[in-house]
Nanobody, 127 residues
Framework: QVQLVESGGGSVQPGESLTLACQWS????????MAWFRQAPGKEREGVAA????????AFAGSVKGRFTVSQDNIKMTMYLHMTNLKPEDSAIYYC????????????????????WGRGTQVTVST
């Protein structure tokens, strides 16, 4: 059974940085995609960043491009979301997602492209 566990959330001030981690288990990594989504109260879940597990193909939402990056450590079985210059509008619950199918998704930032989900970690950006 695939499991994804997020960590690293917290409360920060605008302009600060935060790194989220997503540790996976029982996930066949080869040739797939993993992603980060977020959902703020009263809003739909939106794709933030995605990365191919076997290479460096990435995708980012326009709102975070240039501020967020993703990386993975296969030894630690962990994917990271590095967030810089955080803004109040970045406040949300952040979810890690992993794709079941091996082919590249048509839209790597679409929630329907992913089968496996973590429970989320809260990020709050405020003064």
């Amino acid at each position: 059974q695939v499991q994804l566990v997020e960590s690293g959330g917290g409360s920060v001030q605008p302009g600060e940085s935060l790194t989220l981690a997503c540790q996976w288990s029982n996930y066949p990594l080869a040739g797939r995609y993993m992603a980060w989504f977020r959902q703020a109260p009263g809003k739909e879940r939106e794709g933030v960043a995605a990365k191919s597990t076997g290479g460096d193909n990435t995708a980012f939402a326009g709102s975070v491009k240039g501020r967020f990056t993703v990386s993975q450590d296969n030894i630690k079985m962990t994917m990271y979301l590095h967030m810089t210059n955080l803004k109040p509008e970045d406040s949300a619950i952040y979810y890690c997602a992993a794709r079941s199918a091996q082919r590249r998704p048509d839209n790597p930032l679409l929630a329907a492209s992913y089968m496996y989900w973590g429970r989320g970690t809260q990020v709050t950006v405020s003064t």
